[in-house]
């Protein structure tokens, strides 16, 4: 009766005092990790609101410093998401903080913890949807049906998904703390799970010895009506909004169709894409550092009808759909997030994201949280990167205002998740972790401090221009297929044969010169062409493009075509000189009129 009386009067945040975690235990590893780490499930209250409540697992990794400077206090680490895991980065995060021990928490609900709150219908409702033209407030009816049969499994399952909400899990890290025996420790959390360890801090003042927010996503930030107006002031920052808003009508008046890989089924799928959906996978896109430098160019070529170079993005969108857990996602986002947003219409592109996520949040039908959030004490870090469309350093910036002992620091050219695109990230990570008191009161809200350990605004890629490139989806075919540069490699060996069969000729005194001539302009031409490829920093420009060079340096191997079939049609030329000459024909025909075209 009196903890019933507790939670009446007192609320969540009061029963949360009468039901903490009732032990940990042990289990096999579910992924690779580094040697030195063991595996656990923490086990809590479904909900801590409820007494009785049923304990489920939470899955969580420890791994144990062996360096000769081990320091007492570990980083715990939570990934994004809703619901991405986290035990896949333990191997990043052990070299990252050698001389601490390390301990990867996963989120409840994820595919790590008991129970999993998987939704494969979510997935094959978003497939389903872009197979259809559909203007976006038109096709969510396949992901909400998705999202409800998952409903009824939870439901006959005894899941109550009012338990898998932020403030639980945030409940969750503060109690594997004391589970694990750590008087202290340093928390670390990306994107969603900024909120979640940014509670938990506020939770255990006492515990926490230091706090770190990558891509920090501020509680007062509503992330649905801000996400389409954030996503252009990023285009804006690499100086393709106009183009942007071209592409945009383009493809919402015809929309463009695409051959790509289900991920559920691995078979191959036709998808019909609008501006609207293009500019959603875009934007998936851009949390990716090393492909943001490609967003002027591709965006250029889209609004020009270029819409083949879209497809290595299409690809990666099908495969990014798998690496949440789309029940927690949403059980998450239901409670914490959509409620207190708006969905007005704004002038832009309605992203596919907040128009499902509304449907589906509709559909649920689950109580909006309390949005009170607790005052962090300790020392804090805050990271944003420069072009981060779904957490902008802007609001990072702002947000870090409000946390008494707060850093910022921004990073140049990042995008989403600075500490794993960043080396400096990672540094000013470490150093900050090293001395946070010291760190922090040097400066609350700057880009960097006197005593900063790199600087985080250098070293950025410069953004790839129309122009840069030679436009060309046949890197991106040949990586899928590379049977395709066969007319390249045949080119160069006869080109190689053709310097040994005329260097031989010249010795018997039989000519020849031609021939060498004609191989030697056949080898410089691949040469060159390879120098100019190895001498790309960025690989990913290949997905898009080759090096403008490349066409010119095309007029070697045409060169060398014509004085092929000049020693073919000579006087007494041995029959195999016609050899050179049809396969130089066929392969001046393959790269202009494939590969570069």
């Known amino acids: ?57 939470v899955g969580y990794a420890v791994h144990r410093s062996t360096s000769p400077q081990r320091r007492p206090d570990p980083v715990a680490y939570s990934s994004g998401g809703p619901g991405s895991p986290s035990l896949r980065l333990a191997g990043f995060l052990t070299q990252m903080f050698p001389d601490r021990d390390v301990v990867v928490i996963e989120q409840r609900g994820s595919r790590y913890s008991e129970p999993s709150l998987a939704c494969p219908e979510v997935m094959g409702g978003l497939v389903e949807t872009l197979k259809t033209p559909k203007a976006t407030t038109e096709e969510t009816a396949p992901v909400l049906q998705g999202a409800l049969t998952c409903q009824s499994r939870y439901q006959a399952e005894g899941i109550d998904l ?37 509670e938990a801090a506020a939770k255990d003042p006492r515990g926490t010895r230091a706090l770190v927010l ?36 383009r493809y919402n008046a015809a929309p463009a169709a695409f051959q790509t890989t289900d991920p559920l089924t691995r078979k191959r799928i036709g998808v019909r894409l609008t501006g609207d959906d293009i500019a959603t996978i875009l934007g998936e896109a851009m949390r990716e550092t090393e492909f943001l430098p490609l967003v002027p160019a591709l965006v250029d ?74 005052a962090v004490e300790a020392p804090t870090l805050v990271l ?46 470490s150093a900050f972790l090293d001395a ?12 960097g401090s006197a005593g900063a350990v790199c600087d985080p ?75 100019s490829v190895t001498g790309v920093p960025n690989d990913i420009v290949f997905a898009i493009g080759l090096p403008p060079a490349i066409a010119w340096y095309g007029l070697l191997a045409a060169a060398a075509t014509v004085l092929s079939i000049t020693a073919a049609f000579r006087l007494r030329a041995a029959s195999a000189d016609i050899v050179p000459v049809m396969t130089g024909l066929v392969f001046i025909t393959w790269m202009y009129g494939w590969a570069l075209a």
């Open 214 to 249: 990558d891509s920090f996503l501020p509680a007062q930030v509503n992330w649905y009506d801000t996400a389409a107006s954030d996503l252009r002031a990023t285009l804006a920052k690499l100086g393709a909004a106009g183009r942007f808003d071209e592409m945009l009508a």
């Open 457 to 531: 605004g250098a070293g950025a890629s410069a953004p790839v221009r129309p122009g840069d490139l030679h436009l060309t989806a046949a890197p991106y075919r040949i990586s899928q297929s590379p049977a395709l540069i066969a007319p390249f490699a045949v080119f160069v060996l006869v080109a190689a044969a053709q310097v040994v069969a005329g260097l031989v000729a010249l010795v018997r005194r039989r000519g020849g010169a031609v021939r060498v001539l004609a191989g030697l302009a056949g080898l410089a031409f691949a040469g060159l062409t390879a120098l």
């Open 1 to 57: 009766m009196a903890a019933i009386v507790t939670v009446l009067i007192g609320g969540p945040r009061t029963a949360y005092a009468a039901e903490r975690a009732v032990g940990t235990e042990e289990r096999p590893c579910p992924v690779a990790v580094p040697a030195g780490t063991t595996c656990g499930y923490l086990l809590v209250p479904e909900r801590r609101d409820v007494p009785g409540s049923r304990t489920i697992r």
């Open 162 to 198: 009012r338990g898998y909400r932020t403030e639980e899990i945030a409940a969750d890290v503060t109690d594997l703390r004391a589970a694990l025996g750590y008087e202290q420790w340093n928390l670390m959390g990306v994107s969603y799970s900024t909120r979640s360890m940014a």
């Open 301 to 374: 070529a889209l609004a020009d009808g270029r819409k083949e170079l879209l497809r290595p993005v299409v690809d990666a969108a099908g495969d990014a759909l798998t690496s949440h857990d789309w029940g927690l996602y949403y059980a998450v986002q239901c409670q914490d997030e959509v409620p207190f947003n708006t969905f007005a219409a704004a002038a832009g592109p309605r992203l596919f994201t907040g128009v499902a996520d509304a449907a589906v949040c509709a559909g649920w039908h689950l109580p909006r949280s309390s949005d009170e959030a607790g």
């Open 436 to 447: 946070p008191a010291a760190a922090a009161s040097g400066s609350a809200t700057g880009s």
């Open 384 to 429: 944003g990167g420069q072009y981060d469309p779904t957490t902008p350093p802007e609001s990072a910036r702002a947000a870090a205002g409000d946390i008494p002992s707060a850093r910022f620091a921004e990073f140049a050219g990042v995008g989403h998740g600075v500490f794993l695109a960043s080396e400096c990230g990672r540094r000013t990570i």
